[in-house]
């Protein structure tokens, strides 16, 4: 037999291996083998098995690794859609289908010494005061770790090895996961009763995956409406047809407070399972031991980032992605596949039910709605009937303006007062920003000049902790300087201007002295534990403001929070990017959705310089349907998404006249391959909205057409035929979610 096999490097074609002997049996689809490739061995996957090949001579299997296959045919199959649909080579989808962790050949399982507790003997033995404690501890464990009994006990291992001479205890090696969850006290928890509109949903997901129905479902529900548990109950149904599921939350959502939800409610009784948790917060040990949960059908459930949709899981029964209209979805290296998208093509394919919920849906995927492609589930009400935030509009335009050379206040004189009323009732605030740092820039105020990154075409970003100005592109670092450093200026009056979540913090702790402030941002959070300390804190109530970018936006609930401030509402606004407007009716609605959720109503203060902009007032009020309605008429007429889908062409190089002249070469092919088609726009090319990032130029053509599939497949072939020069770069991003 011969097996046709990809090898992890990226050459775009499978290699013919024959499979010795000693093989036979343990090569199948799936499996990863080691195989001579001109002078070195190298790793590749197992894509086909065939009983003939075109060539002669063909050179054998060199290893097998591993015991089994660990990429399943559906997944595999899978892998080959991404490759085909987002213009990659095989070998690339399938490192993303596959972990790291998982793929490296050091990669293993841990093992640690475990002691174990043997029944005592008819004639025990004299044991030490110290002895017998010990014992109690492992009689009450059965089994653990014999570091962890070090720790518990306070005591020595010589003390240990002394119990497993008098025959007490054996001391062995053994497999030891490594769990990131493990020191978490999980309560059981058992469903809720579901008000009417709640029950309609779960009914109606219940009658489809009975009858393997194929169109996924949209759940639009408002903040607050429960659609995690009826999440929880269509898992309870599928796990009780004999099948799992997959969850998919956006990386900023997959907080512990949403990971203890699911683990509380499958940890005990029926049915019972464990949840394997994929996200990058985890150690590559933990990425694989969590994995391999999955791949072992020891964990039917999985909850995780936008990877987890390559989650093992056989049979799939549902998959969920919630939040669908999060960008954090979509992959922004090769292979740049969209989660969502990926989640509805694998559903289908494994005849499994996709509910895809948000209070705020993509126009895209409301848009399938709208010709009968998805399937509508309405939630319109909070849970208990609890209403709405009111949400209030602050004009900054009328705020009192500072004195000349001052500092705009931070604070609108309503959002102030706002905050000193919740300090007063011991009441909660979120305060929310998405812009980290002090200040924006550094501005001279004689000359116009601005403190600029010198690999990339953007202001540098003043941080006042760490006393530097940095670049948020490229991560470069310099010194404040004294005076301005443009060339034959030098003037002393140079100032910050703009502001970050630094800046808000800084303001509150010197308007509000004696709150309990706490921040939340890439600049605080170092380790991995900072997170879940912040949060567990903000529920505890021991801190009174939370200030945060987008990740304090979704997925928290704390009922004591009563005030949500937007410090800048319009910074999304103003993008170069045709989707600002839905992103920004998106992020103050979720943002919004953070207050009022127990028993006092909330309040919500938008500070914007734009107040009457449509998305600014559609979140106002609640209306998604308005805004959607508005937005897809200025869609419709330039043809943009969901009218027509987007590949961008992105030529990158050190060299600006170089990207220059191969981009528009790359146009007039573009024009002699695709100039008879209907319906497709080539736009560009044109300089990308960041022009400069980390020392290259950037270029682009934009594609729009009705016909995606045809064209992903036929860029495939051109960018694997064109020729480009080694110091230019050419990406293509199928359905981007950034233009930038």
């Known amino acids: ?92 989808a399938l490192k993303s289908v596959l972990p790291e962790a998982v793929r490296r050949e050091e990669a293993g399982w841990r093992e640690r010494l475990h002691v174990h507790f043997l029944p005592t003997p008819a004639a025990p033995p004299v044991l030490t005061k110290r002895q017998e404690a010990i014992l109690r501890i492992i009689e009450e464990w059965r089994s653990l770790p014999l570091q962890d009994l070090l720790r518990i006990g306070e005591t020595t291992a010589e003390t240990v090895r002394k119990l497993e001479d008098r025959g007490l205890v054996s001391i062995a090696p053994q497999i030891d996961e490594r769990d990131p969850y493990a020191r978490e006290r999980i309560l059981p928890t058992t469903p809720l009763a579901l008000n009417d509109e709640q029950s309609v949903a779960l009914e109606k997901i219940k009658a489809a995956m009975g009858s393997g129905a194929e169109r996924p479902f949209l759940l639009h529900g408002v903040t607050g409406s429960g659609k995690t548990e009826v999440y929880l109950q269509a898992i309870r149904h599928a796990l009780e047809l004999g099948r799992g599921a997959i969850v998919l939350v956006p990386e900023i959502s997959l ?22 948790v994929l996200h990058s917060h985890l150690s590559s040990g933990e990425r694989h031991d969590e994995w391999h949960k999955i791949r072992d059908g020891r964990a039917r459930i999985v909850i995780g980032a936008r990877s987890a949709i390559f989650a093992p899981v056989e049979p799939l029964g549902l998959v969920i992605v919630d939040e669908e209209h999060e960008h954090s979805y979509k992959q922004e290296e090769s292979p740049r596949y969209h989660a969502r998208d990926v989640a509805v093509v694998r559903a289908q394919r494994e005849r499994a039910v996709v ?51 001052g500092a705009p206040s931070v604070f609108s004189r309503p959002l102030r007062e706002a905050i000193r009323a919740r300090l007063e009732r011991s009441e909660q605030t979120m305060l929310f920003l998405n812009r980290r740092g002090f200040s924006t820039s550094l501005q001279c105020l004689k000359c116009g000049h601005a403190c600029g990154c010198p690999n990339c075409s953007v202001s540098l970003t003043y941080h006042r902790a760490a006393r530097k100005l940095m670049c948020h592109i490229c991560g470069h670092e310099e010194g404040v300087p004294e005076r301005c450093p443009a060339p034959g200026c030098g003037d002393p009056s140079i100032r910050f201007a703009g502001l970050g979540t630094e800046r808000v913090e800084d303001a509150l702790r010197t308007g509000f002295p004696k709150a309990r402030i706490e921040r939340m941002d890439s600049d605080t959070l170092k380790r991995k534990e900072d997170y879940r300390r912040i949060l567990t804190e903000f529920r505890l109530g021991r801190i009174d403001i939370l200030v945060g970018t987008q990740m304090i936006a979704k997925g928290l609930h704390f009922p004591n929070v009563t005030l949500v401030g937007i410090v800048h509402a319009d910074l999304s606004l103003h993008q170069a990017d045709f989707r600002a407007g839905e992103r920004t009716f998106q992020l103050l609605t979720q943002v919004s959705g953070r207050a009022g959720r127990g028993d006092v109503e909330g309040e919500v203060f938008v500070q914007s310089f734009t107040p009457f902009h449509p998305a600014i007032q559609y979140a106002r009020r609640h209306d998604f349907i308005g805004f959607y309605d508005q937005e897809v008429e200025f869609r419709e007429q330039l043809r943009y998404p969901p009218f027509a889908r987007v590949a961008l062409l992105t030529l990158r190089g050190r060299n600006e006249d170089k990207v220059k002249l191969f981009i528009e070469h790359l146009r007039r092919e573009l024009g002699k391959r695709f100039g008879d088609w209907k319906n497709l726009i080539i736009a560009g090319p044109a300089p990308a909205p960041l022009v400069r990032a980390e020392s290259h130029f950037r270029h682009q053509i934009m594609l729009r057409t009705v016909a995606m599939s045809r064209l992903s497949t036929d860029l495939g072939l051109l960018v694997a035929e064109w020729p480009l020069p080694e110091d230019l770069h050419l990406t293509v991003d199928i359905d981007p979610v950034n233009l930038g």
């Not at 290699?15 to 490739?37: H, L, M, N, Q, W």
């Open 355 to 405: 509910v895809l919920g948000s209070a705020t849906p993509s126009v895209e995927s409301f848009h399938n709605v709208r010709k009968g492609k998805y399937t509508l589930l309405e939630m319109t009400r909070r849970i208990d009937d609890r209403r709405l935030p009111i949400v209030r509009v602050i004009d900054m335009r009328q705020e009192p303006r500072p004195p000349r050379g």
């Open 255 to 276: 907080t512990p407070q949403t990971v203890e939800r699911f683990k509380a409610r499958f940890s005990s009784g029926e049915p019972r399972t464990l949840v394997a």
């Open 1 to 92: 037999m011969i097996a046709r096999v990809t090898l992890e490097i990226a050459l775009r074609r499978e290699f013919d291996y024959s499979i010795p002997a000693e093989f036979e049996g343990r090569v199948e689809v799936g499996t990863r083998v080691k195989v001579p490739f001109g002078h070195r061995t190298v790793v590749g996957v197992v894509t086909e098995i065939v009983g003939s090949s075109s060539q002669t001579q063909l050179r054998p299997i060199a290893d097998v690794l591993g015991t089994r296959s660990l990429v399943t045919p559906k997944v595999l199959a899978l892998a080959r859609w991404i490759a085909a649909y987002y213009c990659c080579p095989v070998e690339t």
